[in-house]
């Protein structure tokens, strides 16, 4: 898996490229296009070069693309990316449709493979401007078709379908959605013999699902609330999130990609100075609230049945073996409330899987900076001050 996880590496540069678009939320003159263009990348930690630039109909066309990401070594060769239906909205410039070529790179016996690239009302801001806004990157909408990677003759990982899309409010905030309508994971190729029977056992040799994901975002206040992020996989389950946090501002956002990036230049040196700049930037973030849940489909019952077997025991003896212990491992935390709370909701989980939900809702905005001061000097007080809950089966 290390061999694997350094291929993958290496050929992930231009597929980030090409990824990272749908993400990167953010009559012209070619050089002023081209220069927008590079200067939005670059506030991403992405350096795009190209060999010519030649104007086609309301568009353009940039000719032998090539892009280097910060931390990855080496450039990789995108080649043409078309824009088209390209104007003018006040200051900014406004590219209709951006197309790019299908992506292939393959390095050893790793392929990446990256197709049906595209995205519609692309801002390209002014250059040089101080408002940090113009650090990101917006757009309409943002297509993948695929986007798959091979080894050893077997495909390991595929997405299919990626969607992604914002829309601005007149208030200045923006709804933004996304969807991959299917993605697949080959753990067949897993090598190791203890991972290897497990998922023999558990009938996973391949994962399928889908992922689906809803939010706002407010840049003048920050608040950012994540409504919904469910990643489902069939025959095991969905895992659903939302989060609601504030002071997440594109003055935020740049601060943190300088720290990240002076930590990448400095990486193996001492970083202790970036360190105190990250937990100091972290004091601006406050959590409102936030849920993680699970919806069972058939993975409970089936690790149940797995240790039950390990242990030669029956599956209901690992449902009451698990009752037994949890209140224990739990009073190590020092709160007899969240045991009692914990406790309860699990075992009504494993009477009957359905669903398990961990809920946090303060009674007032917490810093992050503060919940992770409080986790080392007083962790039993925590569930307090988060108003913590669980429930399951509702």
Known sequence: MTYLKSKLRSLAIGGLVLAALPQMAHAQSAAEVGERIKAIFAHQGIQLSWTGVTEQGDGLVLQGVSAAMEGLDGAAPIGDVALSDISRDGDTIVVGSVTMPGYNRTQDDMTLSISGVSMTGLQLPETGSADAMNTVMFYDSADIGELTFYGGGQEIVAIRQLHAEMEAADDGSYTFGGAVEEFSINLAMVDDPQSKAVINALGYQTLKGYVEMTGTWDPQDGRLI??????????????????DISGYTPQFIQALRDIQTRMAATEGQDQSAQSMAMLGLMQQINLHGATVRF???????KVLSFVAAQQGAQPSDIKNQAKAVLPFALAQVGN??????????VNTFLDNPESLEIRIAPANPIPFALLAAGAMTAPQSLPQQLGFGIAANE
């Open 295 to 301: 919806d069972d489909d058939k993975l409970t019952d």
């Open 226 to 243: 994540l409504d919904q992020y469910d990643t489902s996989i069939t025959d095991a389950g969905t895992i659903g999130m939302t989060l």
């Open 336 to 345: 007899p409330e969240l045991t009692a709370a914990v406790s309860a909701a």
